[in-house]
DNA sequence: GTATACTATGTAAACGCTTACATTTTTGGG
DNA sequence: CCCAAAAATGTAAGCGTTTACATAGTATAC
């Protein structure tokens, strides 16, 4: 490992004047300059990145907390994140939290003890308390797919309760009135808020919301079949479906299939996040699109702004839902 | 932000002892033990990361470089390298290869910047000079999914070849013998192991390939559907067809519905990589099962094993496929 | 040619920890 | 009780940078 201190022999000049080469700073006489850089060339230095942060301060990484690393939802966030910090010289650790409140508070305190600059959280069970007190803290955090009052110019959020409305909305459109809605986890605050703009829209129809069409889900696959069977089961009739997501829609899809329904003839049906997978589903299924990789991207640039002080970035705090229709809606006539 | 040293003085104590309670190391007496780790909490001490890997030479922190940060390939393979190096207290530096040998030399030589202990290489494009060469230098490094002769303890890779030849011999045990093949890019090792594993079944069974069913496509959906298009355009009549990944299945899957083909009736299918798309198509895809998970596991142990010193850990170095029937493949009778 | 004001470079003290080695304290056998 | 050996603790020198501050060098203006 060639040193700072080997570079500054070699090239005649003191260890201050290397350390101004390598960052670029101040003024260095072109020809020092030059002299340097070649020397630093010919020895295959490497700047020590863990010294250099030690002596300045700043680790140039920052921690990233998010649910899951795979999936198309975490994943597409992640691949945004990580690209445009990497473009600004800044590297990346990340760690999954599952959405466990014990876990999310273990991780966080993680990338906090590896001298992260600043932290992006997309976490979903730790109170806003403990987010407003960590916010006090001295590393800048951002927050990712969720809004806390009181440090909203650090959150990056989308209007679920939007999406939900929109997703409802699509279908009453088309002639639906008993719409059944399969929810994620009553807990989540996007679930909720995706609830919440479903009942809106109903609202806004004069349709009156049916508890019995309700039926709580997990955000996965099976849970998206379990509620359609539960649905028909009840003996309730409904002529339309939303999922709170694109995993549950296809596993009600399917199992709606299963039990003898054509798909989007006898039931209507719209997922809610626009992954990859909804264009993998026969019918293909329409879906309620969330800008994910804006919004990674964004979470990025917020981190550049607060701590590596880039106030020139354009940043835009909330996203917005839209419809994207393919297959898996028909009209209502009076034969489903 | 308080440090060791103002720990030693709150408890009466040396720098040295501080240190020492620390890395729960040698001996130091209980009684003082835990005077210094009350005097820890008390005060909210946090270690400096950085100080520590200076001091130590050793950063704790292991760098990844794969193709893509999303998808379900890279992404489940991550989930698990992260798992299971966060549990021996190492953390994980990503960064994105894409596949692109420029971009790939230049993240390597990024993670090597940032003083990581060791890599965990998903690499494409690089050759195996080049990593033959890097693996002289002084940090290990782990090939993952990827075999190269002279650091085979240091590969974890899949037998592609084995699965090429399961997805053939698969279809023609079910009788066909006019199979098509969409491939992913030549240049790909896999994409070229998993072919010539394909033709191999062919041999055995006697069957010719007919480079006229041979249809190149790029690991991606709409490639799927290009292939079946043109395979179709072609005249040349077919009764099954293997796709060298899940996506491009898909899009044949969709696109050969599209042509009127029923399927598995007309047409039998099958994938590869068994990633979670398969069980959202319809009909459901068959497909050839990849351990990435334990792939992704293995990869994290190597590391254990190469860098920290833990040689007890049973090390797996190379995985077998195996088939997974689902609802696209159908044996052959007079009617396709 | 000298004073003035920069510009370029050097010196040395951090940064917060680890660790080899030195020193002190404890333990137990005789 | 004393002494040697073992255990516990302390001392201080790094680890490879950055960065005030000090110093040397170089134009510019008169």
């Known amino acids: 490992m060639t040193t700072i201190y080997e570079v500054s022999e070699a090239a005649g000049v003191s260890l201050a004047t290397v350390s101004r ?20 060339a010919q020895l295959g230095y490497r700047p020590n990145f863990i010294a250099q942060s030690l002596a300045s301060n700043r680790s140039n990484s920052v921690g990233i907390l998010i649910p899951e690393l795979y999936g198309p939802f975490f994943g597409v966030m992640l691949a945004n994140i990580e690209e445009e910090l ?30 992260c600059d600043a932290l992006i959280l997309h976490v979903y069970s730790v109170t806003d308390e403990y987010l407003l007190k960590l916010n006090e803290g001295p590393v800048p955090i951002i927050l990712l797919n969720r809004f806390v009052e009181g440090m909203s110019s ?29 929810s994620g986890p009553r807990w989540k605050l996007d679930s909720y808020a995706r609830l919440t703009g479903h009942k809106r829209a109903l609202d806004e129809f004069g349709v009156t919301f049916n508890d019995d069409l309700l ?13 359609i069977n539960h649905l028909l089961d009840n003996g309730i009739s409904f002529t339309a479906v939303v999922c709170a997501n694109d995993e549950m829609a296809a596993g009600a899809l399917d199992a709606a299939r299963g039990r003898g329904l054509t798909i989007p003839h006898d039931l209507s049906l719209i997922g809610f996040d626009n992954v990859s997978l ?23 640039r917020c981190v550049l702004r607060d701590e590596y002080g880039r106030s020139d970035l354009e940043i835009h705090n909330r996203y917005q839902p839209s419809v994207v229709m393919r297959e898996s809606i028909a009209p209502l006539t009076g034969t489903n």
Do not use: W
């Not at 020809?31 to 020397?39: G, H, N, P, Q, S």
């Not at 650090?154 to 059944?180: F, K, M, P, V």
């Not at 039926?215 to 509620?227: I, V």
């Open 154 to 182: 650090q959150c990056i959020s989308l209007d679920n309760e939007h999406g939900g409305y929109l997703a409802a909305r699509t279908l009453l459109e088309q002639g639906h009135r008993s719409i059944a809605y399969i």
């Open 86 to 115: 990497r473009e600004a010289g800044k590297h990346v650790i990340i760690t999954a939290g599952h959405s466990d409140a014990d876990r999310e508070v273990e991780n966080i305190e993680f990338l906090l003890t590896r001298q």
């Open 21 to 40: 080469v390598l960052n670029n700073s101040d003024k260095v006489k072109p020809a020092t300059r030059e002299k340097v850089l070649a020397v630093m």
């Open 215 to 227: 039926y709580e889900g997990n955000f996965e696959e099976p849970s998206g079949r379990a509620g």
């Open 278 to 300: 909804t264009r993998y589903t026969h019918p293909k299924l329409s879906s309620i699109d969330c800008p994910l990789d804006e919004m990674g991207r964004m979470a990025a």
